[in-house]
């Protein structure tokens, strides 16, 4: 049974939450590799949406193994709040597993998250504000606390002192605000430990045993190609590795256990926070689609910056993640478009590139180079298969894989669970 990861192709949002929720129900265990509660996942099934940020889609399959990987970084009131929401709605999150590992987002981190922006001015990266950048900057200095360290009570005070003594040094003398205790943070902190105790496990184990005996597992990725912040937009991205090469990293096993990556784009693209984004839109076209495809961040709530379908952004995509097929989502909000337009290109002081530039002066000083198709009507995207698809959206499609270099795998054309086309099964 093969392995197969989901990742965005983009700056996230692309609806991965759909597909790894499709993918999901074929699949014995779902992780998690990185990333936080900055992802915002949003699957609709039957009449009830679920917005998950922290427990992978797969949670809403009876039997499903659930794995937080040492790579993701937790909140622990926020991982609370979505398993109670989930157990009052009638879901069992029993199955659900949290790596020793983990990272986990203190107080600090969110206060830091605040501050540093402000102090950005206007040079803002635009972020979720829920402590991501400083609990992966702890992680990395070595100043971090894990969760396993959150279940010892001695081993957490000894990382207080060590920790608190840093942070409270910048916080007071760099911004000029109070500080924590460790009564403090212990007092809030250690009830969670016991609320999620009996859901620790070593996670590398469980995958690579689950692998080993040949169940499908799927690798559940967050944000996008453009917010991976080796191969993104930096300094405009995220700070953890969205793109396939974070899995084996984030989850401990080795690279060669991933079988397949299914890489998720828009029919269009969209961007929240700041940052270039030579496709970007505005006026009608922006409006209709935003409105359409309800192009609303799912954590923030921020009006997401919309354009249309960049090729190059895709085409990279598929390198640095070794795509094996697309997943082209929202195929029905572009529907009603007389003309619908796909950048091939960018032209940069003149000359004509290919390639995604990671310069971002030249990124910001691009323009697309555009190719116009025709459009197809609106309503025409309700169908049960692929050949039922207006001539006009089937070319469309092949125009993105030649484009891409990716064959298209799966295409969506609803939100729910049925309104999705399976042209390659990617647990086959
Ligand atoms: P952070 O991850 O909160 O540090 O934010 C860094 C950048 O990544 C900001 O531009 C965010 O808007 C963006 N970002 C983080 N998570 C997501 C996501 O799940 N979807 C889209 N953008 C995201």
Request: hydrophobic fraction near 40%; include cysteine.
């Amino acid at each position: 049974m093969p392995t197969v990861a989901v990742v965005g192709t983009q700056w996230g949002d692309e609806g991965k939450g759909k597909i790894t929720d499709l993918l999901a129900s074929r699949a014995d265990v779902v992780a998690r590799y990185q990333g936080g509660n900055n992802a915002g996942h949003t699957v609709k099934v039957g009449g009830d949406i679920f917005k998950l940020h922290l427990i992978p889609s797969g949670i809403l399959y009876r039997g499903t193994t659930c794995v937080i990987g040492n790579g993701v970084v937790v909140d622990p009131a926020v991982l609370i709040q979505e398993m109670d929401s989930l157990a009052q709605k009638g879901i069992d999150v029993s199955g659900l597993r949290i790596s020793g590992n983990a990272h986990v987002i203190m107080p600090y981190h969110r206060l830091l998250d605040k501050l540093e922006e402000e102090m950005r001015g206007g040079g803002k990266i635009g972020t979720t504000a829920l402590g991501i950048g400083p609990v992966y900057t702890d992680k990395i200095a070595r100043n971090g606390i894990r969760i396993i360290d959150i279940l010892d009570r001695e081993a957490f005070s000894d990382r207080l002192d060590a920790v608190l003594k840093l942070k409270n040094a910048v916080l007071q003398k760099v911004y000029g605000v109070e500080g924590f205790t460790k009564e403090q943070i212990m007092e809030e902190y250690l009830p969670y430990a016991e609320r999620i105790r009996d859901y620790v496990a070593d996670c590398s184990i469980l995958v690579n045993d689950a692998i080993d005996r040949g169940k499908n597992v799927l690798f559940e990725g967050a944000q996008g190609t453009l917010l991976d912040v080796d191969h993104g937009t930096y300094p405009y991205v995220t700070s953890s590795w969205p793109t396939a090469g974070g899995i084996a990293a984030g989850l401990g096993i080795g690279p060669t256990k991933i079988n397949k990556v299914i890489g998720v784009a828009k029919a269009y693209t969209t961007r929240v926070g700041a940052g270039p984004f030579p496709t970007e839109l505005s006026g009608p076209v922006c409006n209709t689609i935003r409105e359409r495809g309800q192009e609303y961040g799912t954590t923030t709530g921020r009006p997401r910056r919309c354009g249309w379908f960049d090729s190059v952004i895709v085409r990279y995509a598929v390198r640095v993640n070794g795509l094996s097929g697309l997943a082209i989502m929202h195929l029905d909000t572009l529907a009603g478009f007389e003309k619908v337009k796909i950048c091939t290109a960018y032209r940069c002081d003149g000359k004509v590139i290919r390639d995604f530039p990671t310069n971002l002066r030249v990124l910001a000083g691009c323009e697309p180079v555009y190719e116009e198709l025709d459009g197809w009507p609106e309503g025409s995207c309700a169908v049960k298969r692929f050949e039922d698809l207006p001539g006009a959206a089937r070319a469309y499609l092949a125009r993105i894989s030649e484009l891409t270099g990716a064959p298209v795998a799966i295409v969506s054309v609803g939100r729910g669970r049925e309104e999705t086309l399976i042209l390659e099964e990617p647990f086959s």
